[in-house]
């Protein structure tokens, strides 16, 4: 059995930036998305270094009550 696959958009959220082009622009430079943690104190744990994504507002993409279900 055959299935087709539909791709109707791009798009990523990732430690490099938020969308493709942001995301795109920070691999050619050769930026990094890892560094220290800022969201919360990391002192109590082994490694205090993340991928963290900044910039990024899910209320601009998802429902507020699809939010309160998520990690942000």
Known sequence: ???RVVVTGVGLVSSLGVG????????CAGRS?????????????A?????EVRGFDPLAYIGKKDV????V
């Open 33 to 45: 998305g890892i560094g220290p943690i800022t969201k919360f104190d990391a002192a109590g744990f």
């Open 68 to 71: 309160k279900k998520m990690d």
């Open 1 to 3: 059995m055959s299935r």
């Open 20 to 27: 493709t082009a942001a995301t795109w622009e920070a691999l």
């Open 47 to 51: 490694s205090r270094i993340a991928a």
